[in-house]
T-cell receptor
Framework: KNEVEQSPQNLTAQEGEFITINCSYS?????LHWLQQHPGGGIVSLFM???GKKKHGRLIATINIQEKHSSLHITASHPRDSAVYIC?????????FGAGTILRVKS | DTAVSQTPKYLVTQMGNDKSIKCEQN?????MYWYKQDSKKFLKIMFS???????INETVPNRFSPKSPDKAHLNLHINSLELGDSAVYFC??????????????FGPGTRLTVL
């Protein structure tokens, strides 16, 4: 069993829908990261959080340390949000990654 | 101005060859990393360096040898390439001294294909 589990693995949404991607982890961490990988392959860090909630534009990330769970929300989704969203946890000196969620937003 | 750059972007080579991938960051970061992304898009850390010192060597075959001539560069040399080495290799950097609890900036990736 992976230390970091994401759900769903695949997600198809209609433009405008509210999207939630979940991440659960089973180990102690110092921070949790949400990354975005576009079809072209580049990886961008969206959020790093160790408590509470962060918001950037239409993206919101939350974390519950006690429950070892984080969610990434996308409001008013758009086709350009189509990408792979990866959860990763900082564990000692390294990142441990989830398997990613493939999101496709249809117009 | 590119923050983390890698060369080459694509690398196609025969089994048994030796190849290198170069990485440079102009962010002034202390820590650099190499990650491997397999065919299922799963990312895994290979190495990390902090100020030219090896911090993490994550059970990678010793055919893989990272080299950090200065804290802005982290190169990856691979000897005797095998089919299973085919993957996308990402370089990344972060600002903290040896910790992964900081935002990481990724290079564009190098797609290695071993024939």
């Amino acid at each position: 069993k992976n230390e970091v589990e994401q759900s769903p693995q695949n997600l198809t949404a209609q433009e405008g829908e509210f999207i939630t991607i979940n991440c659960s982890y089973s180990v102690g961490i110092s921070a949790l990261h949400w990354l975005q990988q576009h079809p072209g392959g580049g990886i961008v860090s969206l959020f790093m959080l160790s408590s509470g909630k962060k918001k950037h534009g239409r993206l919101i990330a939350t974390i519950n340390i006690q429950e070892k769970h984080s969610s990434l929300h996308i409001t008013a989704s758009h086709p350009r949000d189509s990408a792979v969203y990866i959860c990763a946890v900082s564990r000692w000196d390294k990142l441990v990654f989830g398997a990613g969620t493939i999101l496709r937003v249809k117009s | 101005d590119t923050a983390v750059s890698q060369t080459p972007k694509y690398l196609v080579t025969q089994m048994g060859n030796d190849k290198s991938i170069k990485c440079e960051q102009n962010l002034g970061h202390d820590t650099m990393y190499w990650y491997k992304q397999d065919s299922k898009k799963f990312l895994k850390i290979m190495f990390s360096y902090n100020n030219k010192e090896l911090i993490i060597n994550e059970t990678v075959p010793n055919r893989f040898s990272p080299k950090s001539p200065d804290k802005a560069h982290l190169n990856l040399h691979i000897n005797s390439l095998e089919l299973g080495d085919s993957a996308v290799y990402f370089c990344a950097s972060s600002g903290t001294s040896g910790g992964a609890g900081d935002t990481q900036y990724f290079g564009p990736g190098t797609r290695l294909t071993v024939l």
